[in-house]
């Protein structure tokens, strides 16, 4: 009796290792602010977070040229583009009240300015979390944000945890 389950587990535990193998098991339809990775083709996507603490980065670019109405649907109750001024601080530097703000995380997020578009901001620190006004009255950062091209049709995301 012992050797049977003994053999059953064993045989479970293989087929996770094949199955994992062949990708069954792997988040492959993961969604980052209403956008299905599967549904789009991936320009670019790195992701840094480890760790004790977990802190970093990830960024992801998504092509939806082939699915641009999906797209527009997901994004038509976000802000309409330019950012508002404190993310456009925190994504792309400089100055406020005579604070300099050097963070330029659109570069670590390969983000362009964005013309024509819509965003979405996540504040994981604040009750709000579409709010961004006390984005900078904290010792570290936890957010998500979004943007959607509308000239290039790409999904930009990029999540940032200190």
């Avoid at 062949?22 to 988040?27: A, E, I, T, V």
């Avoid at 956008?35 to 480890?50: L, M, P, S």
């Avoid at 004790?52 to 999906?70: E, M, V």
């Avoid at 013309?115 to 904290?138: C, I, M, V, W």
């Amino acid at each position: 009796m012992r050797s049977k389950t003994m053999l059953l587990f064993i045989s479970i535990l293989e087929l996770c290792f094949v199955m994992s193998g062949c990708g069954f098991l792997r988040n492959s339809h993961k969604v980052y602010m209403g956008f299905d990775k599967a549904d789009y083709t991936i320009v670019a996507e790195e992701d840094t977070h480890g760790g004790f603490n977990g802190d970093g980065s990830y960024y992801l670019i998504l092509d939806c040229s082939a699915a641009h109405d999906k797209a527009l649907d997901i994004v038509k109750e976000w802000n309409p583009m330019p950012l508002s001024e404190n993310l456009k601080l925190i994504m792309y530097g400089g100055e406020k009240d005579g604070i300099s703000y050097s963070f330029e995380l659109a570069e670590e997020a390969h983000w362009p300015i964005i013309e024509h578009g819509y965003y979405k901001f996540n504040d994981k620190q604040s009750d709000d979390p579409a709010d961004d006004s006390e984005l900078f009255n904290r010792h570290s950062f936890n957010f998500e944000i979004a943007a959607y091209d509308t000239d290039n049709k790409l999904f930009y995301y990029f999540r940032f945890d200190t």
